[in-house]
């Protein structure tokens, strides 16, 4: 009797064709991972050169399929939403992330994960530092910045169409370690603050009021807290066409002090903060001018951007009441836009439409209650 064959289909082989397929998705996949990793570690060394360049921040940042988590600890919130925006806009990142350096990061997975170390270290001593550690107030009428603003008056010395130019800044001369893992500095500001009538009775552009300022400030930041304490010095000036021109007579005020002044600033959320203080005058004239003053407000910015990275929302509010003026409130509110860039990270550049009630902030006209709409560009450094 003859053996039976054995099936084929028992003894199945793979043919020379499947191992050849086999053996050519295996490496596929292995430069696919290669690929994976050379992109983190692009990011990476990117994102590295970045924050040293830029932004002069020392960090521990790590890769992990395109998410960027940086561990730093940026001056403030400002700060903070600028590196967010830079870190985006680096190709094949999709999403970037800071957690504070106090917290030690993660050992690196087995795969997939691409660490550049560049320990943060404690704040060293540092003169003329890049930027400040107590970040502008906004709505701040007379808050030193670099603005020229159109303004519609409906209301007492204002009315009519106005032209609003602003010149100064605040410059941080000295920086240094804080308790409470904080910083603390020292620095100078100065400001003019000028306004000019569009309409009037010469038929050109008269200088209307002119308020000058100088002080100096002493800040503290650690994490979401802030503040200062400011000696200020202000004087305030009636343009000579203004008095030439006035159909009625003007009497000044001759509107000038020396004052100090305290805020604190808590920012609640990344996009939410709040501020309040208060001050005192000295040497004013006229002498029997009354002293305290007061001061609160509230500033939202947008945590996203939009068109690519280049707008950000804002709206700020800012509301004062002094003595001077028998604590009546002055309200100053604005909301626009933030225009962002790389290559001009460190400056903010805004466009606000503005409108403010209450007595006028212009210095001989304090007893008078104004009110204006308007809009402006908005520059700090």
């Known amino acids: 009797m003859r053996d039976r064959p054995v099936p084929s289909q028992d003894r199945r082989r793979l043919s020379p064709r499947a191992v050849t397929i086999v053996l050519l998705l295996l490496t596929s996949f292995s430069g696919a991972l290669d690929l994976a990793a050379a992109d983190d570690s692009y990011i990476a060394g990117y994102a590295g050169a970045l924050l040293e360049r830029e932004f002069e921040l020392a960090a521990t940042i790590r890769v992990t399929d395109g998410v960027v988590t940086v561990y730093t600890s940026p001056a403030t919130p400002g700060d903070r939403r600028k590196v967010l925006a830079a870190l985006e806009r680096i190709p094949g990142v999709v999403r970037a992330e800071i957690v504070n350096s106090g917290i030690p990061p993660p050992p690196p997975s087995a795969t997939g994960t691409i660490a550049v170390e560049k320990t943060a270290s404690p704040p060293k001593s540092e003169f003329l530092p890049r930027g400040q550690i107590f970040e502008p107030l906004h709505a701040?009428?007379?808050?030193?910045?670099?603005?020229?603003a159109y303004r519609?008056?409906?209301?007492?010395?204002?009315?009519?169409?106005?032209?609003?130019?602003?010149?100064?800044?605040?410059?941080?001369?000295?920086?240094?370690?804080?308790?409470?893992?904080?910083?603390?500095?020292?620095?100078?500001?100065?400001?003019?603050?000028?306004?000019?009538?569009?309409?009037?009775?010469?038929?050109?552009?008269?200088l209307v009021n002119a308020d000058y300022a100088i002080g100096f400030l002493a800040s503290y930041r650690s994490g979401p807290v802030s503040g200062f304490v400011r000696l200020q010095h202000q004087s305030s000036h009636l343009g000579d066409e203004y008095l030439l021109n006035n159909p009625n007579p003007v009497t000044r005020v001759g509107l000038a002090y020396e004052g100090v002044d305290v805020k604190l600033s808590y920012d609640i959320l990344e996009w939410l903060r709040v501020y309040g203080g208060a001050g005192y005058l000295l040497n004013t004239a006229p002498e029997n001018m009354k002293q305290g003053t007061s001061q609160f407000g509230i500033e939202l910015t947008c945590p996203r951007t939009f068109f690519r990275g280049t707008i950000r929302p804002v709206a700020y509010?800012?509301?004062?009441?002094?003595?001077?003026?028998?604590?009546?409130?002055?309200?100053?509110?604005m909301a626009g836009v933030q225009l962002e860039h790389l290559e001009i990270m460190d400056r903010h550049i805004q466009i606000l439409f503005e409108y403010y009630g209450g007595p006028s902030p212009n210095g001989?006209?304090?007893?008078?209650?104004?009110?204006?709409?308007g809009i402006g560009i908005h520059f700090y450094l």
């Open 140 to 148: 701040d009428p007379r808050w030193p910045h670099f603005s020229a």
């Open 152 to 206: 519609s008056g409906t209301s007492g010395a204002d009315t009519g169409r106005g032209f609003a130019g602003n010149f100064g800044e605040t410059f941080a001369l000295y920086r240094h370690a804080a308790p409470f893992s904080g910083q603390w500095e020292f620095g100078l500001q100065a400001g003019v603050f000028s306004l000019f009538d569009f309409g009037s009775a010469s038929g050109s552009q008269d």
């Open 317 to 333: 509010g800012d509301f004062q009441m002094n003595a001077r003026t028998s604590w009546s409130l002055g309200s100053s509110i």
């Open 364 to 373: 001989d006209f304090l007893l008078r209650t104004t009110e204006w709409f």
